[in-house]
């Protein structure tokens, strides 16, 4: 690359700086715009293009200075003050992080870039004290389906429970016994609490990943259940829509007493029931799998009432829905290995993740043109979230998503159809015969999935045999140091016989909800797996799964002859430490550093490793083909 040559008019090097930025030559617009602000250190212009430049440059560390002096000089454009806050998100200074992209949203609350920020960052904040701000940001994506909430779950109930307005809800998370909880809840005193927007819109959009909250939801909906007369239901129909919705996407992880289960079992042998016992019933079993289903459309219909609707919508129309979708999918081969069988029937019974919307990807203009006639392989596309972000950031190019269970599929085709995505076609079968597809790949994307198989890395040579020569793959794989306290959990499940059915994970769940804090065991309660049946099954439970460290996957990728692109964590912070303690290695992707690292902070990749590989000789570690420029994949 020639170096730009210095510029003794500002406003030339202004022009060149802004040209080689928009060119994608990154380093020849930051040195243009340093020599600018050599001449007008305070030129917004050149702020810009500098801090942007080294953002996309991976130099977030560098670009935040630059950043926060253009804030100041333009303190109303908030475009630049959300920029600031993604940086500070990914230097792991997510205090100053949420400050900027809360306010963002505030100032513009239908951008949704901005939002999908905020959620990105609050999926790391827990508040230990009441923030006006940040509630009323939250409240304004609550509001928005279009948007994927889970990660802010969080942060949702650490702000409920210092709320002010709450006060009543949070005090009975201090009840120890049933008894108490019972000498202290009424429905009279409790409705306005309940019913408020904040706390049900939470419910139908996140999952409650915290144990004294869910144990407080579990009294809640059983003493409404049992105790409360017609019009104290009636009363509470918001909040149990709310909560129903709640059960359902959690999939009915929660504890039923015998008690319980009779009354539902009463409940669910009716034809017909009113809608606050209707709404009960949705909290303890899938709507669509009672008998009078059908009618229920039909009264949700005559009542107008939109929460009614939606849970209806949810419950009974969707699932119907998919069961008519199965019979629409095409396949490719047998599947015959045995582990692959097993596999299958795990997420026929137990699809996974489901899923509300997908962020919006913040794909440039161009992206169609790029990667018009590419062809994409999503391999172990499950329930298909993965698969519709894919098919945003790749809006030209036809991409296939294969996966072994058909129930995953058709919640996929359906979330999918309902977002108009259209350039995905969704197979089912086994990775393993992938060949007889017939069909070469651009670029393929593998998350989760490897490490499910009977042998991963036969897995990952039969996708390399299926990769165009200048294609590029995108890997997920679990870490043996991140995930050691699962494997100690998962060793204990089989010796002490539990099995992978509700009943089965619901007992364990039980067992390490009352172990002591200090217990090692405990800290998975605070992943939000734990959380619903088919994530707790995956991670618990899973009839399949093998572990590696970064020179275990060193040696797989010289034994494939493949080379290493790009390596990360999506931990906050995690590739700035690792350019701050290895600067010599920019492209980031020595293993034996990123080994050691990860031995001196052992969660660094609870989220999964996350690699970027080509076959060996295609292109530099660092470099990627003009097609994938622009989209973040590490």
Same mark, same amino acid.
């Given at each position: 690359m020639?170096l730009?040559?210095?510029v003794?008019?500002?406003?030339?090097a202004?022009q060149?700086?802004?040209v080689?930025f928009a060119?994608?030559?990154?380093?020849?617009?930051?040195?243009?715009?340093?020599?600018?602000?050599?001449m007008?250190?305070d030129?917004s212009?050149?702020?810009?293009?500098?801090g942007n430049a080294?953002?996309l440059?991976?130099r977030?560390?560098?670009?935040?200075?630059?950043?926060?002096?253009?804030?100041?000089l333009?303190?109303?454009?908030?475009?630049?003050?959300?920029?600031l806050?993604?940086s500070?998100?990914?230097?792991?200074?997510?205090?100053? /992080?949420?400050?900027?992209?809360a306010n963002?949203?505030?100032?513009?609350?239908d951008?949704?870039?901005y939002?999908?920020?905020?959620?990105?960052c609050?999926?790391w904040?827990?508040?230990n004290?009441?923030?006006?701000?940040a509630?009323?940001?939250?409240?304004?994506?609550?509001m928005d389906t279009g948007?994927?909430h889970k990660?802010?779950?969080?942060?949702?109930l650490?702000?409920?429970?210092h709320?002010?307005?709450m006060?009543?809800?949070?005090?009975?998370?201090?009840?120890?016994?049933?008894h108490?909880?019972?000498?202290?809840?009424?429905?009279?005193a409790?409705?306005?609490?309940?019913?408020?927007d904040f706390?049900?819109?939470?419910?139908k959009?996140? =999952?409650?990943?915290?144990?004294?909250?869910?144990?407080l939801?579990?009294?809640?909906?059983?003493?409404?259940?049992?105790?409360?007369?017609?019009d104290?239901?009636q009363?509470?129909?918001p909040f149990?829509?709310?909560?129903a919705?709640?059960c359902?996407?959690?999939e009915?992880v929660f504890d039923v007493?015998g008690?319980e289960q009779e009354?539902?079992?009463m409940?669910?042998?009716?034809?017909?029931?009113?809608?606050?016992?209707?709404?009960?019933l949705?909290?303890?079993?899938?709507?669509?799998?009672?008998?009078g289903?059908?009618?229920a459309?039909?009264?949700?219909?005559?009542s107008?009432d939109?929460?009614i609707a939606?849970?209806v919508?949810v419950?009974?129309d969707e699932?119907?829905?998919e069961? /008519?979708?199965k019979?629409?999918?095409?396949?490719?081969?047998?599947i015959?290995?045995?582990?692959? *069988? /097993?596999?299958?029937e795990?997420?026929?019974?137990?699809?996974?993740?489901r899923?509300a919307a997908?962020a919006?990807?913040?794909?440039?203009?161009d992206?169609?043109?790029?990667?018009?006639g590419l062809?994409?392989?999503?391999?172990?596309?499950?329930?298909?979230h993965d698969?519709a972000i894919?098919?945003?950031?790749?809006?030209g190019?036809?991409?296939?998503?294969v996966d072994?269970?058909?129930s995953?599929?058709?919640?996929?085709l359906r979330k999918?159809?309902?977002?108009?995505v259209?350039n995905?076609?969704? *197979?089912?079968?086994?990775i393993?015969?992938?060949?007889?597809m017939?069909?070469?790949?651009?670029?393929?994307?593998?998350?989760?999935?490897?490490?499910?198989?009977?042998?991963?890395?036969?897995g990952l040579?039969?996708?390399?045999?299926?990769l165009?020569p200048?294609?590029?793959?995108?890997?997920?794989?679990?870490s043996?140091?991140?995930?050691?306290?699962?494997?100690?959990?998962?060793?204990?499940?089989?010796?002490e016989?539990?099995?992978?059915?509700?009943?089965? =994970?619901?007992?364990?769940?039980?067992?390490?909800?009352a172990?002591?804090?200090?217990?090692?065991?405990?800290?998975?309660? =605070?992943?939000?797996?734990?959380?619903s049946?088919?994530?707790?099954?995956?991670?618990?439970?899973?009839v399949?799964?093998?572990?590696?460290?970064?020179l275990?996957?060193?040696?797989?990728l010289?034994?494939l002859?493949l080379d290493?692109?790009?390596?990360?964590s999506k931990e906050?912070?995690a590739?700035?430490?690792?350019?701050q303690?290895?600067?010599?290695?920019?492209? /980031?992707?020595?293993?034996d550093?990123?080994?050691?690292?990860?031995e001196?902070?052992p969660?660094?990749?609870?989220q999964?490793?996350?690699?970027?590989?080509c076959?060996?000789g295609?292109?530099r570690?660092?470099e990627t083909p003009?097609?994938?420029?622009?989209v973040?994949l590490?």
């Open positions: 020639t730009p040559h210095l003794e008019n500002h406003e030339s202004l060149s700086a802004e080689c060119e994608g030559r990154f380093s020849e617009a930051e040195s243009f715009a340093q020599q600018v602000l050599q007008e250190p030129n212009q050149a702020l810009c293009v500098l080294l953002r440059m991976g977030v560390a560098d670009a935040i200075p630059c950043l926060t002096r253009l804030s100041a333009e303190p109303l454009n908030h475009e630049v003050h959300a920029a806050g993604e500070f998100m990914q230097t792991g200074d997510l205090a100053q /992080a949420q400050k900027l992209l963002a949203v505030l100032v513009e609350p951008n949704q870039h939002k999908t920020l905020f959620l990105q609050l999926y904040v827990e508040y004290a009441y923030d006006f701000a509630k009323e940001a939250m409240a304004v994506c609550l948007l994927q990660t802010m779950a969080r942060a949702w650490s702000m409920l429970l709320d002010p307005s006060k009543t809800l949070s005090a009975l998370l201090t009840c120890e016994t049933v108490d909880f019972e000498q202290a809840f009424s429905v009279g409790m409705a306005e609490a309940l019913n408020d706390l049900t819109n939470g419910l959009r996140t =999952i409650i990943p915290h144990l004294p909250f869910e144990r939801f579990v009294r809640l909906r059983r003493s409404v259940l049992l105790e409360a007369s017609p104290e239901k009363s509470l129909l149990l829509c709310g909560l919705t709640q359902f996407f959690n009915y007493s008690e009354k539902v079992e409940l669910k042998g009716m034809k017909q029931l009113n809608l606050a016992d209707m709404v009960l949705g909290c303890y079993l899938p709507l669509y799998q009672w008998e289903a059908s009618a459309r039909e009264h949700a219909q005559d107008g939109a929460d939606e849970l919508r419950q009974i699932p119907f829905e069961e /008519a979708l019979k629409t999918l095409e396949s490719f081969g047998v015959e290995d045995e582990v692959s *069988k /097993a596999v299958q795990q997420y026929e019974e137990n699809p996974y993740p899923w997908i919006p990807v913040g794909i440039s203009d992206r169609e043109a790029k990667t018009r062809s994409v392989l999503v391999a172990g596309c499950g329930t298909g698969t894919t098919a945003k950031a790749f809006p190019s036809d991409i296939v998503g072994l269970s058909s995953s599929l058709a919640y996929a999918t159809q309902e977002l108009a259209s995905i076609a969704f *197979k089912q079968g086994d393993l015969k992938l060949a007889q017939g069909k070469d790949f651009d670029f393929i994307t593998c998350g989760g999935v490897l490490h499910h198989m009977d042998d991963p890395k036969a040579a039969v996708l390399k045999d299926v165009k200048d294609g590029v793959m995108r890997l997920e794989l679990y043996k140091i991140a995930r050691r306290n699962i494997a100690a959990c998962q060793e204990r499940i089989k010796e016989g539990y099995e992978a059915t509700p009943e089965g =994970i619901r007992a364990f769940r039980g067992v390490l909800a172990l002591p804090d200090d217990d090692p065991m405990k800290a998975l309660t =605070i992943f939000t797996d734990f959380y049946l088919s994530e707790c099954r995956d991670m618990l439970f899973h399949q799964e093998h572990r590696f460290n970064c275990e996957i060193k040696t797989v010289d034994e002859d290493l692109l790009q390596f990360g906050p912070g590739k700035a430490q690792y350019q303690m290895f600067p010599d290695d920019v492209a /980031a992707v020595n293993l550093n990123w080994h050691s690292l990860e001196n902070n969660d660094l990749f609870r999964m490793y996350a690699l970027l590989v076959k060996k295609q292109f570690p660092g003009e097609w994938l420029q622009g973040r590490i």
